[in-house]
């Protein structure tokens, strides 16, 4: 059993999602960042898939009532264990009765904190994930809040001492496809797009990325039927500035997507900080 005795400003419990439901007009949610949370289950000797905590922006502060152990990987934080230094991407023992604290990182937004077993709250059509946008999967995680932690998978040891990880880029670049919709654009629209950079503002969260920066002119007026919407799609509203769906996005829009996120760059993408400037490159 782990106590919440801080969440920071938003910790919640994530897997790889719950796939297969956007007929239903559920997304897919589940890790925003999905290799750091496979990496961090891997630490651990746990399926890539058990679910973990993704802490936005860290803060985070737990008790384990038994000992465990754990990993934490992507937005790289400090971390103390009782008040000890510990290292990110590295399988950490925790004791019994003592307490890990999660500190702010220094890149990145979503750090993920893997515990050998998973955590065993009650999934919600197959999938343990929160999802902000619909409001399944168990809520953000609040002062005294308990999870139960699963059975440890058999007898797998853990053979890693440390991962190498890349640190993350500070102005990244991320590759984008043209279309579906760039025929609703003006013919320099993807020029425009791909010649500066944009600002990650502070409306951004799980649900997509919001930018600042020179505005993309439409070739038409009006607006589409709701059509289907794939996470890393680049929607712009009639203001002109493209926002990029992350794992919470609705899976229908009316806006028009002038281009779609390479689905390797999305990891990346969903590491972006407010403030933080992006590219595109086609």
Wanted: with cysteine; glycine share 12%.
């Amino acid at each position: 059993m782990i106590e919440v005795v801080r969440p920071g400003p938003l910790t919640t419990v994530q897997d790889l999602g719950r796939p297969g439901h956007a007929h239903l007009g559920v997304p897919c949610s589940g890790a925003a960042d999905r290799p750091s949370l496979c990496l961090a289950n891997r630490l651990v000797g746990n399926p890539e898939d058990a679910a973990c905590l993704e802490m936005t922006f860290g803060g985070a502060v737990l008790r384990f009532h038994r000992s465990a152990w754990v990993a934490a990987t992507g937005a790289p934080a400090p971390l103390r264990v009782n008040g000890r230094p510990a290292a990110m991407n590295a399988p950490c023992h925790v004791p019994a009765g003592t307490r890990l604290e999660v500190g702010v990182p220094e890149a990145g937004v979503r750090t993920y904190l893997a515990v050998r077993g998973g955590l065993a709250v009650d999934p919600v059509l197959g999938s343990r994930s929160t999802d902000l946008l619909s409001g399944l999967g168990p809520a953000p995680l609040t002062r005294g809040d308990r999870l139960p932690v699963g059975d440890a998978p058999g007898d797998a040891p853990i053979l890693v001492d440390q991962a190498p990880v890349p640190p993350l880029p500070g102005e990244p670049v991320l590759r984008i496809l043209p279309g579906p919709r760039d025929d609703w654009f003006a013919p320099d629209a993807l020029r425009t797009l791909t010649a500066e950079p944009y600002e990650v503002t502070a409306e951004s969260n799980r649900v997509g990325i919001r930018l600042a920066g020179r505005p993309l002119q439409r070739a038409r007026d009006g607006e589409l039927p709701s059509e289907g919407m794939v996470t890393g799609a680049l929607q712009v509203p009639p203001n002109g500035l493209p926002i990029v769906f992350l794992t919470d996005h609705p899976t229908t829009g009316g806006y028009p997507v002038i281009a779609v996120l390479s689905s390797a760059d999305l990891p990346t993408a969903a590491q972006l900080r407010p403030g933080q400037k992006v590219r595109f490159r086609l």
